[in-house]
């Protein structure tokens, strides 16, 4: 096909279908057409407030990242694809001259072209140039669904896998159970985890993560009128560790914190509940500035990581993972809509839900013309 229907994000709360031209590509590039995308939370956060952080939105983008498809094009210099293949695209290009590129870094390159990420346009069009050794070929048993959602279970694995090292018979708390704190439990998991600790203030999803991954589950309090912020957390720190029998050392200890919320709340109460030496991954983006407890840090000597996207290796283990039967990405696909239905699926994934009350953790968009149900 000729044309080339892309869903832009034009304003704050105002999207567009329009034509854009078909990408050309370079001798190392492919032209993938894209068949099934995911609705990201950096996704809807570009819709609801036009920025994130220091990347603003400033002109007209197409918007998603989490996808998947098949060649269309390859490059006179690509060997490794062909046209017909099907592949789960990692949607970041970096210089692969910098620094942070010739150290093994490349997802903290400063010149990242990452899709749907301000002034870079994103997958959900019909068409989108990436190097090629960016997409990867999808096992005859893994779906075009599957693919889409190799892109969050990446972020899963750079943050359990590279960042913590995480090792059979460990233990682990999640903090957060939306789409990538799910996929942390589910990395875990298939690592051999002993332990998985699911905490959300959402029951239905407190339910679901204890039907998919998790060992045990704990619903917060609510917090006291007048109460702070670092209060409470050690209240529901202690509060946390009577209910589960969560102790410091030993064998009831916590190896790993995962906080995919975000929350400030969450963030200190995963200091207060982690092991001593132990270790704490931040993979959810809450407010720039927040209160921790240093001193707590300082004393249990634990190891505290920033996490961002994914690098070397990340896509390669969760296409591993997920072709290998370790875990089952099927369940967390709760809703799918048809490419003209995109409006749609941004309100259901902003609300959570969608209008029949069913809950939602992650919906996919088909890509133009590709019917809701194809594989």
């Known amino acids: 096909m000729s044309d080339n229907p892309s869903f832009i994000l034009q304003a704050v709360e105002k999207v567009t279908f329009e034509e854009r031209p078909i990408p050309e590509i370079g001798d190392d590039e ?6 099934k995308t995911g609705i990201c939370g950096s996704d809807v956060h570009y819709l609801v407030h036009g920025r994130i952080g220091d990347f603003i939105v400033d002109n007209p983008m197409v918007l998603g990242h989490e996808s998947s498809g098949v060649i269309n094009k390859v490059g006179s210099k690509v060997k490794s694809l062909k046209k017909g293949d099907r592949v789960a695209m990692e949607p970041g290009a970096s210089c692969r001259s910098c620094e942070d590129c010739k150290r093994g870094k490349y997802h903290l ?9 301000p002034p870079y346009d994103g997958t959900l069009a019909r068409y989108y140039r990436l190097p090629a050794d960016l997409c990867y070929a999808l096992p005859d048993n893994m779906t075009l669904e599957d693919g889409a959602m190799m892109e969050p279970l990446s972020v899963a694995v750079h943050s359990v896998s590279t960042l913590a090292d995480f090792k059979p018979n460990q233990s682990i708390a999640v903090f957060g159970c939306g789409p990538v704190g799910i996929l942390c439990m589910a990395v875990a998991k298939a690592f051999g985890a002993r332990r998985i600790v699911a905490v959300d203030i959402v029951q239905s999803r407190l339910d679901f993560a204890k039907s998919y991954a998790a060992t045990d589950v704990y619903l917060p309090p609510a917090p006291e009128p ?9 209240r529901n720190a202690a509060l946390m560790k ?6 410091e050392r030993g064998a009831k200890s916590i190896d790993l914190v995962i906080d995919a919320s975000g929350a400030e709340v969450s963030i200190q109460t995963g200091f207060c509940i982690g092991k001593t030496g132990g270790t704490f991954v931040q993979v959810g983006m809450g407010a720039s500035d927040i209160q921790i407890p240093v001193s707590m840090l300082m004393a249990k ?3 505290y990581k920033g996490s961002f996207r994914y690098g070397p290796g990340d896509y390669k283990l969760a296409i591993a993972l997920a072709a290998q039967g370790k875990l089952d990405l099927k ?3 709760t809703h799918r809509f048809p490419f003209k239905d995109a409006v749609a699926a941004f309100q259901a994934t902003r609300n959570g839900k969608t209008g029949d009350g069913k809950m939602l953790i992650k919906a996919i968009i088909s890509g133009p013309d590709v019917p809701v149900d194809a594989v």
Do not use: D, H
């Open 109 to 117: 390159c400063e010149e990242m072209k990452f899709a749907a990420t």
């Open 301 to 303: 000597e634990m190891t």
């Open 226 to 234: 007048g109460e702070s912020k670092m209060v409470y957390s050690k």
């Open 30 to 35: 492919v032209l993938v057409e894209v068949k």
């Open 242 to 247: 009577e209910k589960l029998g969560i102790t």
């Open 331 to 333: 369940p967390l696909v």
